[in-house]
């Protein structure tokens, strides 16, 4: 069975750091393009990162290039979120995903 389960979400002051997780089972992360999407509150999903398979090329919605890092352990099969300098707007709820599949989300709350 395919599955994806995000960790490490919380609340944190603007400027402040977290690192989200995503353990995957059921396929091998190395293989397959891995995306973070959030929803802030009242909206839809929107693309945060990508990283895809075998070489590992990344890229960022412009909004968090510079403060995110996507990045992944193919030993641990997980995928990690590495956000610093957060702010306000990075507020709501992010899934990892790969095609067909999403995780449950874990949520990130931004504020003073």
């Known amino acids: 069975e395919v599955q994806l389960v995000e960790s490490g979400g919380g609340l944190v002051q603007p400027g402040g750091s977290l690192r989200l997780s995503c353990a995957a089972s059921g396929f091998t992360i190395s293989s397959n393009t891995m995306t973070w999407v959030r929803q802030a509150p009242g909206q839809g999903l929107d693309w945060v990162s990508s990283i895809f398979a075998g070489g590992g090329y990344t890229t960022y919605a412009d909004d968090v290039k510079g403060r995110f890092t996507i990045s992944r352990d193919n030993a641990k099969n997980t995928l990690y979120l590495q956000m610093n300098n957060l702010k306000p707007e990075d507020t709501g709820v992010y899934y990892c995903?790969?095609?067909?599949?999403r995780g449950q989300g874990t949520q990130v709350t931004v504020s003073s």
């Open positions: 995903t790969t095609p067909g599949t």
